[in-house]
């Protein structure tokens, strides 16, 4: 059986984010101000939902691994905007990074999101 390639992701401070999943590169460049919005509002109703799955099973212990449909749904549009890949993750959830489902991280990519804002003409102004 080959090795599998290491998972990881990469916030720059630029904004961009680099995944690894499965082996497959993602590079996902800063989304545009109404892409930010749509994926903040997203994730807004993520933790919304949350809260309300929370509340129903009050100190019930979650696995690192509980990948919501909402989760991966989210990081399938995200990898498909953002880094414009039509396959975004593999379909197996065992091949899936534990840090997928992690709830700290959506606010870690919202703060890289808005690190450099969008300067004249669409481009960061860090550029």
């Known amino acids: 059986m080959p090795a599998r390639a290491a998972d990881e992701i ?3 401070k630029s ?3 680099r995944l690894i999943i499965d082996g497959e590169n993602y590079h996902l460049r800063r989304p545009k ?3 930010l919005r ?4 997203a994730v807004d109703e993520l933790a919304e939902q949350e809260r309300d799955e929370r509340a129903k099973a009050k100190a ?4 690192a691994r509980s990948y919501t449909p909402e989760i991966l749904a989210w ?3 995200v990898i498909v905007l953002l880094a ?3 396959d975004a993750l593999p379909d197996d959830d065992d091949d899936l990074p534990s840090w997928l489902a992690n709830p700290t991280l959506l606010g870690d990519l919202r703060v890289a999101w808005r690190t ?4 004249p003409g669409g481009r960061p102004t860090n550029q």
Do not use: F
Request: charged residues 35%; aromatic residues 8%.
């Open 10 to 12: 990469n916030i720059q």
């Open 15 to 17: 904004g961009e984010i």
């Open 33 to 35: 101000v109404g892409e």
């Open 38 to 41: 749509e994926l903040e509002e």
């Open 60 to 63: 019930e212990a979650r696995t």
């Open 75 to 77: 990081w399938r549009s």
């Open 84 to 86: 414009k890949k039509s």
């Open 116 to 119: 450099v804002p969008w300067g």
